[in-house]
């Protein structure tokens, strides 16, 4: 529901299921399969983000959100409309999601990010810098919203967990090599 380090301010951070690269060094494994985790309506989503008065921006990120940019389009609109920005993680580069061969909507999505942070992580790659704002040198930050360029302050190498009321945690943020299970 909030998370600062997923981008600049307090945020909420979407995490969308399924993706193909399967890079290795994930953080999130769990998100690579394409079957249904958690499905929520686009109306729920953006209510729930829209009721948390410390959200300043939400992100998307995953799995890779680019292969969900119809829904996503429509989340971004309305998040938009109420106030925040928005960004996304992707490990597509910003050239292929504008090329003619994207995935669906691609080029629309983009046109609601305020910041895009492109290209797959790659682990012999890894930055681990507490002033980096990517996880791995071959991905780049992409500002949209010159708004946003003084507000660049996450780092890559910082985690936060959250403990649910269930005893559930949720980790975000980018570990490293900190093997916390």
């Known amino acids: 529901d909030e998370s600062e380090v997923n981008g600049p301010g307090s945020r909420a951070v979407v995490w969308l299921q399924g993706c193909q690269r399967e890079c290795d060094g994930c953080f999130n494994t ?44 429509e989340v971004a609109k309305k998040v938009k ?5 928005v960004m996304s993680f992707t490990g597509f580069t910003l050239e292929r999601l504008q090329a003619d061969y994207a995935p669906a909507c691609s080029k629309e999505l983009l046109a609601q990010l305020d910041i895009l942070i492109d290209g797959a992580f790659v682990s012999s790659l890894a ?55």
Not at 30 to 57: A, C, R
Not at 81 to 85: E, H, I, K, P, R
Not at 145 to 151: E, T
């Open 127 to 181: 930055v681990n810098d507490p002033n980096s704002l990517v996880s791995s040198s071959n991905q780049r930050v992409h500002i949209f919203n010159p708004d946003l360029k003084n507000k660049l302050d996450w780092a890559s190498d910082q985690i936060e967990i959250h403990i649910l009321k269930d005893g559930s945690r949720i980790i975000t943020g980018f570990r490293g090599s900190l093997d916390s299970d």
């Open 81 to 85: 409309a109420g106030g925040l920005n």
């Open 30 to 73: 769990d998100s690579w399969s394409f079957e249904i985790n958690q499905l929520i309506s686009v109306e729920h989503l953006v209510d729930k983000i829209l009721n948390n008065p410390k959200n300043t921006g939400v992100t998307f990120s995953g799995g890779e959100p680019f292969w969900q940019a119809p829904a996503l389009i």
